[in-house]
């Protein structure tokens, strides 16, 4: 009776274990590497509730997160906010929400290089990207509205054949963005081409050497 008992326990314990961790994958958790950063964001007096909103943008666009991407992107709640006023929430909303997931999540060769206009976001926060967020400043001026936090964030490439791509072909070790947020929590469009700011002078092309080298 005490064996059944026992094997009836583990039964239960095991179930609340997976009960536990299908409720956290689906409740939106921030990921290990999130927690981490903001940990050291807030140790080193950086982070704030926009800067959050900045680092949580650069996560959705790596992972091609469209419905946050969206949902955090001023000018594409203004685009879906147009065609809803014209047609409700019909096919056509539908179909112009497809169209900005696919531009969000569309990475193609011709379109992987920094250019003088700039490039899109998702060619800076590729998939496999590390991030880490190293300044906060006043932002930039002239934006559709005004900025009340731009967010500096280092990405690091993982290796030259999937790093973004400078003006004459060459490979990009790191290089760092600014995301300007307005004071209610939206993404702004910045450059001529994309969303970020480019800080030009901080990249850098010095690769590790492989091992065995």
């Not at 920094?114 to 932002?139: C, H, K, Q, S, W």
Request: glycine share 8%; proline share 4%.
């Amino acid at each position: 009776m005490k064996e059944k008992k026992s094997v009836q326990g583990l039964f239960v314990l095991a179930a609340g274990i997976v009960l536990a961790v299908v409720w956290w994958l689906g409740s939106g958790a921030i990921p290990v590497e999130a927690d981490e950063q903001s940990a050291r964001a807030r140790q080193e007096g950086y982070e704030t509730p926009l800067s959050s909103v900045a680092w949580r943008y650069a996560l959705a666009v790596r992972d091609n997160n469209c419905a946050e991407v969206i949902r955090m992107t001023l000018w594409m709640n203004e685009r879906l906010d147009r065609v809803r006023a014209a047609h409700g929430d019909s096919e056509r909303l539908e179909a112009a929400r497809e169209a900005l997931c696919r531009r969000i999540t569309r990475r193609v060769i011709e379109g992987n290089q920094l250019t003088a206009e700039g490039v899109e976001d998702p060619y800076i926060f590729a998939p496999g990207v590390e991030l880490n967020l190293v300044g906060v400043d006043g932002g930039a001026a002239g934006l559709e509205r005004p900025v009340a936090e731009r967010s500096w964030i280092r990405v690091t490439y993982p290796n030259r054949r999937r790093a973004l791509r400078d003006q004459e072909g060459q490979p990009i070790r790191s290089i760092v963005v600014g995301v300007n947020v307005s004071q209610d929590g939206y993404v702004l469009k910045a450059g001529f081409i994309g969303n970020l700011d480019v800080d030009r002078d901080s990249i850098h092309y010095v690769w590790p050497r492989p091992e065995g080298e």
